[in-house]
């Protein structure tokens, strides 16, 4: 099956692409700009499809998300600290961002004759998120084969989307994902800040799948009271990144 990947550069998008790399024939990586605050993760989906041997696209749609006001993401608007359960978290929803993006990949799958497009949500998004829950996924699929009805059909291939975080991390060690070439932290600084929504997940999922952790936090214990969870004795807690010399210069982000 030739699959499309879109890709942020994130922990799931990318251990998603080395998975359809191991079981499927993947085609390219598909990642978008749409004005989030900062292209950090872009990156690291561009080294994951050089890594893979495809083609990576970035394309362009920050005139549209210019107009989907109103979040974390994309505005001047604080990230907020915790942990997704949190109502403070829906500040951080981009409205109907996955539904513009995927219609966009379908289109782009059908005109490069694939057979369906991968995407990585997953159980952890759905509290949040409504655009990464199984009724928009079956919703979608109808929506976009009445779309392309009579130009060869595309299948919305989501592997991880009634599984969690945790899952995904085992699923990609077992493919051996280089977990440490992926960006979660939505605030794209020098190193994951281990504190916004994002950070706590990443870091509770490497708990719960029994996994190391490579990623460096800037404060790799918070999510110890966002979560209320304890680590276990096999699991050493990943390094506290060294404080950060003043340069005089303002942080680029």
Not at 74 to 102: C, F, K, Q, S
Not at 104 to 120: E, K, L, M, Q, W
Not at 152 to 162: D, R
Not at 205 to 210: N, P, R, S, T, Y
Request: glycine fraction near 10%; proline fraction near 6%; hydrophobic fraction near 40%.
């Amino acid at each position: 099956m030739k699959t499309l990947v879109v890709c942020s550069g994130g922990l799931d998008s990318v251990s998603l692409a080395h998975k359809v790399a191991r079981e499927q024939n993947l085609i390219g990586l598909i990642s978008f700009d749409y004005g989030q605050r900062h292209r950090k993760e872009l990156d690291f989906a561009a080294k994951a499809a050089a890594r893979l041997g495809v083609p990576h696209d970035l394309l362009d749609i920050s005139a549209i998300g210019r107009h989907l006001a109103g979040s974390a993401l994309t505005d001047a608007i604080d990230v907020p600290d915790g942990h997704y359960a949190e109502e403070t978290m829906r500040v951080t929803v981009v409205p109907n961002r996955n539904a513009i993006m995927l219609t966009i990949a379908f289109g782009i799958a059908a005109a490069r004759g694939a057979d369906a497009v991968a995407a990585a949500v997953h159980g952890g998004d759905h509290f949040i998120y409504p655009d990464c829950r199984p009724g928009f996924i079956d919703a979608f699929q109808a929506m976009q084969d009445a779309a392309l009805e009579g130009m060869g059909a595309v299948s919305l291939y989501t592997p991880f989307v009634n599984g969690s975080k945790g899952d995904i991390v085992r699923e990609g060690a077992r493919d051996e994902t280089p977990f440490v070439e992926t960006w979660s932290c939505y605030k794209g600084g020098e190193n994951h800040c281990g504190r916004c929504g994002t950070c706590v997940e990443r870091r509770e999922a490497f708990h719960e799948a029994g996994v190391p952790d490579p990623t460096l936090y800037d404060d790799p214990d918070f999510w110890l009271a966002a979560t209320g969870r304890q680590p276990t004795a096999q699991q050493a807690t990943p390094r506290q990144a060294a404080p950060r010399q003043p340069t005089g210069e303002a942080d680029h982000v």
